[in-house]
């Protein structure tokens, strides 16, 4: 048995039983697949993710990338899962159709994309190039299309995404990399940039870098031009001044041939604490040869543009958190199975009573339902984000939906899929660990690089602690919180839905308060603005975890609901209890205790503030 243990179950269970995609797969935008064809699929995905990616998954840790006069070098089993991914046409699945793809729904490529990232994490985000080059598409001209995006797809070129630099981590803005113009049209970028993932590596032929950076001339940067001995960099100040440049690894001829390397060189290969297989790049541009660029779109537009990227990979890494989290409790639940220690409690004082496998023990089932309800909850809240996506495309399509609206929405959960989905699976992980005993803690089985390789996703792509600030201060704020009422009203009135059966009657009266805790840390942190804004600061990151919660639990609410409307019998009966078992823990266990989070929040005040320095 490889390390690698998905639920597809799950996902379709969410694909097809409760969001119903197939009543939309087939048509309009997704008429090349249809929902047998999107089943087909994603079995296929599953083989390809348990054999050839979690093949790699080990070696990928345990065999040091090289750097090498600025080439990296990567594992030969990572190699052979790239040929696996490519050769299997995988990259097409969700790209239209103009750029040869067959078009699947958001839906269907988060689904399969859990199944990789869950298997090996590091290999998915090396195939990221044809992803990009979709969203490069929108951004290109037709002349660019041809010579730059079109290669991503069909020669299976890296694509990387170029922001962090030394002085500047989440604050982008601060970024000092210039581009300036030449006289052939193109721009020379100079700079340091830091961490960034596919940086290099010996497997395409070339590497497309998208790289922000500011075109000379644009005025002083205000924001750090008063900062002594701080040359002002060129370009505007903070992220309005930055524009996106498109830097080969080597400059394509207008025939499609590949030219002379360019001048952007890895100067230094991270040594991480896990997702090792990756390569993450200091890169350096144009320090001895010019690192030619070609500019996307208008000077100005970079962040805009980048943040389609950014969307993007913030969805990925929610994707991938909840997906290790998921083997990860699958690991545990099967050793939970096969492991004997100890009698049942109910005989714990006869030293003669038969020894029983761990998972009959009380503290052994709390720790398994807990993974189990955040896992399928957490999984619930990417498959919804996912589907709004889907909704996006068809309205795009002329389908009568509100686009705007479903717009504000998938920006609403974006911060809570990758920012609550990453702290809540790494921390989930090590109850996973826990559930193995010393053996978890062995490289024997898989948990422990899980943790390592986990790690990652609550710091890239924004901190957990920018997202909540995103949540609170972009989503809903700049929103006047339009977006985030409607989606509380819609949770109210299954709160208030109760059929009359008794069934999920005392959860949806838990779920119904949960909602009204939520408005109330809403109000206080409104009023807080008021006073002080740090008070609004002190609580970001609660309130996205309170929103979060909130919004799984009805997610799991409506599971159970559908679940408990099936008439199944074996296996399929066992499934659909532990559903409705699953939300009643969620709601029971976790939305109960908003109420005392709320009252926490509402008495915030300014002493962690005024604390000096020194007394911490
Ligand atoms: C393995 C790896 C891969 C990466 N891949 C890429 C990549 O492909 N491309 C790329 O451009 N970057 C990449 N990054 C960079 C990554 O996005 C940054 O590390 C991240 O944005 C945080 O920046 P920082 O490390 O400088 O931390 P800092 O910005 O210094 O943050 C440190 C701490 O301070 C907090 N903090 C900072 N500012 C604020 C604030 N205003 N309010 C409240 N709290 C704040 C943060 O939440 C964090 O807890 C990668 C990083 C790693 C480690």
Not at 83 to 97: K, Q, V
Not at 193 to 202: A, L, M, V, Y
Not at 208 to 224: F, I, M, Y
Request: hydrophobic share 40%; aromatic share 8%.
């Amino acid at each position: 048995m490889g390390h690698y243990l998905s639920n597809l179950r799950d996902l379709e269970f969410n694909l097809f039983e409760v969001f119903r995609v197939q009543d939309y797969l087939g048509t309009g935008p997704f008429d090349q697949i249809d929902a047998d064809v999107a089943h087909d699929a994603l079995v296929e995905v599953e083989r390809l993710a348990s054999t050839t990616f979690a093949g790699s998954f080990v070696e990928g840790d345990r065999t040091p990338l090289r750097l090498d006069d600025g080439d990296v070098t990567i594992p030969e089993g990572i190699k052979r899962s790239l040929d696996a991914f490519f050769d299997g046409e995988w990259h097409r699945m969700n790209l239209p159709p103009r750029l040869g793809g067959y078009g699947a729904p958001p839906s269907l490529r988060w689904a399969a994309s859990e199944m990789l990232l869950g298997a090996n994490p590091a290999v998915l985000m090396y195939c990221a190039g044809p992803a990009f080059a979709a969203i490069l598409d929108r951004l290109v001209t037709e002349e660019q299309h041809e010579r730059w995006v079109v290669p991503m797809v069909e020669r299976r070129w890296g694509g990387t995404m170029v922001l962090t630099e030394p002085d500047a981590g989440s604050d982008v803005g601060a970024g000092r990399a210039k581009a300036v113009a030449a006289s052939d049209g193109t721009w020379h970028v100079t700079g340091t940039k830091r961490f960034i993932t596919n940086g290099d590596f010996d497997w395409p032929e070339n590497i497309l870098h998208l790289v922000l950076a500011r075109p000379e001339g644009a005025g002083p940067d205000a924001s750090t031009a008063s900062r002594p001995n701080s040359p002002a960099p060129a370009g505007g100040p903070g992220t309005k001044g930055l524009s996106l440049f498109m830097v080969p690894k080597f400059w394509p001829s207008e025939d499609g041939s590949l030219g002379e390397r360019n001048g952007v060189v890895v100067t230094k290969l991270e040594d991480k604490m896990g997702l090792k297989a990756s390569s993450t790049c200091e890169l350096t541009f144009g320090e001895q040869v010019p690192a030619r660029g070609v500019l996307v779109g208008e000077r100005h537009e970079g962040i805009r543009q980048m943040f389609q990227v950014i969307e993007d990979a913030r969805m990925m890494v929610g994707t991938k958190a909840i997906a290790t989290l998921s083997t990860g409790y699958l690991n545990a639940l099967a050793y939970a199975k096969e492991r004997v220690q100890g009698p049942d409690l109910t005989q714990a004082s006869d030293k003669t009573a038969p020894r029983v496998p761990i998972m009959r023990h009380p503290d052994v089932r709390r720790m398994l339902m807990e993974q189990k309800a955040y896992v399928e909850g957490m999984r619930a809240l990417v498959m919804y984000t996912a589907t709004v996506q889907d909704r996006i495309r068809l309205a795009r399509e002329g389908a009568p939906q509100d686009l705007p609206a479903l717009e504000k929405l998938n920006d609403l959960l974006l911060p809570m899929v990758k920012g609550y989905g990453s702290e809540k699976s790494y921390e989930l992980l090590a109850q996973s660990l826990q559930v193995l005993g010393g053996s978890g803690y062995c490289r024997d089985y898989p948990i422990e690089q899980y943790i390592r390789d986990a790690k990652i996703d609550t710091l890239y792509e924004g901190t957990t602690g920018i997202q909540g600030m995103d949540l609170f201060f972009r989503k809903i704020g700049k929103d006047q919180g339009a977006t985030l009422a409607l989606l509380l009203g819609e949770i109210m009135r299954f709160a208030k839905g109760d059929p009359g059966d008794g069934a999920l009657a005392k959860e949806r009266e838990i779920l119904g308060s949960a909602v009204r805790d939520v408005q109330g840390m809403l109000a206080a942190m409104a009023g807080f603005l008021d006073r002080s804004v740090y008070l609004v600061g002190l609580n970001t990151t609660t309130f996205m975890f309170s929103l979060s919660e909130l919004i799984i639990g009805w997610l799991l609410l409506r599971q159970a609901e559908v679940a408990d409307a099936v008439d199944a019998s074996g296996h399929d009966k066992e499934f659909y209890e532990g559903k409705v078992a699953a939300a009643r823990w969620f709601a029971r266990n976790v939305l109960t205790l908003l109420s005392a989070r709320r009252a926490v929040l509402e008495q915030t005040d300014l002493e962690v503030m005024d604390l000096a320095d020194g007394a911490f």
